[in-house]
């Protein structure tokens, strides 16, 4: 690993100086071509490592491989989700993203609200209005012979989705994405800020309107729920509604838009899905490992040593999901999609938070896939053109015009 060694002051005296790897990590991550090929340089060094510049900017540690990552994970005790500092800041408002931010044993009492309306029967219930909600976006530009993939299906995409889960008007789509927009990619925070406020106002009247008259039992479950023997109060019912909101979106846009990227490299893979269908729902696990667009985080919980170094009580830890899955001590050929190959991933994390809507995104997924091959033949990228893409916490791409015929 190239680790030029960082300046000390930034360093906490516990921190092994080995250990330092003095890097912004979203500009290496966006060094070459290739995200994921960038990120994976860290596997030429330690299992552990300490960025200077590790989260926008924030020192803290980065776990490199795919047996402590899921170590991570699994030990709640040590590596704790309720980290400070997320939509609760933004929004001034006691709100914790529920149940993502919240620990066992209580994480337990939420996320069984959550479960019984996203198992596989459940999700099978989704399957039509997933599927016409792509045509629709297809139908847009099917006889245009080309499109640019992230702003005319990518984004739109989960977020009629989402409308459609939470029984909201799909006319309010175009509001929807405006402020989802600027929650993503505005420089300045105050405009960020305003953007989850203005969703939060939104969600806010939603979930009072529910709460009055339950339109589905997703929402009846909700606005109903109980935990600890009581009904959850406003800000858990909060926190839950915007989950489902932030869980799916960017999420589903980013894995996509790589998958159709990838497809429109690989006619070869694309003709082998087109002619055997059966096939792909390996190979949607298999896009899923290697695809796989989130780093996500902890806080170390009590000062204790993993592996072997020092970690100290409130240290961020950051779980680069694309290194676990492109580990090369797990997979053989890492950088190279293989729909044979059956991975063990975890696209969506593992232990007590591990995704709630797992089967709906690999629904939605399997969906896309199906229904673009289905739509165009010979789909790929439009000549001259290159795509354009982002890392940070989650990579995905800004820009993918395709072609087809
Ligand atoms: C390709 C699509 C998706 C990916 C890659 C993905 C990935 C993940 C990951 C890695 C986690 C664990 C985060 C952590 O432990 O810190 C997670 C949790 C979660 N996801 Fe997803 N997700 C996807 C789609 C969805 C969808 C469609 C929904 C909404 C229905 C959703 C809702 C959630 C929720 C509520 C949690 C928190 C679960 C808990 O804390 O118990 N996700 N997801």
Same mark, same amino acid.
């Not at 290739?34 to 020192?59: C, M, Q, Y």
């Not at 005319?152 to 977020?159: L, M, N, Q, T, W």
């Not at 009904?231 to 980013?254: A, C, I, K, Q, R």
């Given at each position: ?24 990590? /979203? ?186 008259? %339950? ?13 600890? /023997? ?36 690989? %006619? ?58 492109? /580990? ?9 999609? /293989? ?67």
């Amino acid at each position: 690993m190239s680790a030029p060694f960082a300046t000390t002051e930034r360093l906490p005296e516990s921190v092994p100086s080995e250990l330092v790897w003095d890097h912004d990590f /979203d500009t290496f991550t966006l060094e070459g071509d290739d995200p994921f090929i960038s990120i994976a340089r860290l596997h030429d060094g330690p299992p552990v490592i300490w960025g200077t510049e590790a989260n926008f900017k924030r020192p803290g540690w980065i776990l490199t491989r795919d047996d402590v990552i899921r170590e991570a994970f699994i030990d709640y005790e040590h590596f704790s989700s309720e980290r400070p500092g997320m939509i609760a800041d933004m929004l001034g408002e006691p709100v914790l993203l529920n149940p993502i931010e919240i620990d066992p044993p209580r994480h337990h009492q939420y996320r069984k609200i959550l479960n019984p309306f996203f198992t596989p029967a459940a999700i099978r219930g989704y399957d039509e209005p997933v599927r016409q909600i792509c045509r629709e976006l297809i139908a847009k530009f099917r006889n245009r012979g080309e499109c640019e993939f992230v702003d005319e299906f990518a984004v739109p995409f989960p977020s009629y989705v989402f409308l459609d889960l939470m029984d909201m008007p799909r006319d309010l789509l175009d509001q929807f994405m405006g402020w989802q927009d600027e929650l993503m990619r505005a420089s300045d925070p105050m405009v960020r800020v305003a953007a989850a406020r203005s969703i939060y106002g939104y969600l806010k009247q939603h979930m009072e309107a529910q709460q009055a008259n %339950p339109t589905t039992d997703l929402l009846k479950g909700i606005v109903s729920g109980q935990v600890e /023997d009581r009904p959850m109060n406003f800000y858990e019912m909060m926190g839950m509604f915007y989950v489902l909101y932030v869980g799916g979106l960017d999420t589903v846009y980013s894995t996509i838009g790589w998958i159709m990227q990838h497809l429109a490299t690989h %006619p070869e893979l694309q003709q082998r899905l087109r002619e055997n269908p059966d096939l792909l729902p390996q190979a949607i696990e298999e896009f899923s490992r290697a695809y796989s667009v989130v780093i996500t985080h902890r806080a170390v919980t009590k000062d204790f040593v993993f592996h072997g170094v020092p970690m100290k009580k409130g240290d961020e830890v950051n779980l680069p999901i694309m290194l676990a899955n492109r /580990d090369p001590e797990v997979y053989d050929d890492p950088h190279t999609v /293989d729909i044979g190959r059956k991975p063990r991933h975890i696209a969506f994390g593992t232990g007590t938070h591990n995704c709630v809507g797992i089967n709906l995104a690999k629904r939605e997924m399997r969906i896309v896939v199906e229904e673009f091959l289905k739509a165009f033949d010979n789909i790929r990228i439009k000549p001259g053109e290159t795509p354009r893409y982002h890392t940070g916490r989650t990579f995905g791409l800004d820009y993918l015009p395709l072609t087809w015929g």
